[in-house]
Structures are given as C-alpha cells and as structure tokens.
C-alpha cells in the first residue's frame, strides 16, 4: 500500500523535515509513504501538504486570503 505525499512550499524543505512529514503521514496511514516535493513560492511562506483525501494548508498566502475575505466581510456585528 503506497500513498503519495504532496508537499507544496515556497522554497526547498530540508530532508529532515521531509522526513518527519512522512513518518507522520506513515503513522496515520500504515502505508508505505512517497514523497513529492513542490516549490511554489507564491505560498510566501508555511505549507500544504496533500494525501489521499486530507489537505492541510499551513501557508501565508492561505492565511493573508482568510483575513482578506474577514476584512471584506460586509456583515457586521452590532455593539461589537
């Protein structure tokens, strides 16, 4: 049983923490890991990484989109 590892960031990971994703990943998957790394520096920083149907993004820009989106929320909260 292999599971593919997406990692997505903005620069090269060091191999040690490439390693500590995919011993994470093996341990909630009981599957033998691949990695696959992918540098996309419009993550500006943090990281995505993608497995089977989970997706976690940890990155900058994902962050700067979520407060965007709050800024521009146009409800409001009375007496706040």
Do not use: C, W
């Not at 490439?18 to 341990?27: I, M």
């Amino acid at each position: 049983n292999i599971v593919t590892l997406d990692v997505f960031s903005a620069q090269t990971l060091e191999a040690d923490v490439l390693e500590k994703l995919k011993a994470k990943v093996a341990g909630e998957t009981h599957a033998n890991i691949e990695v696959v790394e992918h540098v996309k520096p419009e993550l500006i920083g943090g990281i995505v990484i993608r497995y089977n149907d989970y997706m976690v993004d940890a990155s900058i820009q994902h962050s700067i989109n979520q407060l965007k989106k709050e800024l521009t929320d146009k409800t409001y909260q009375i007496n706040f």
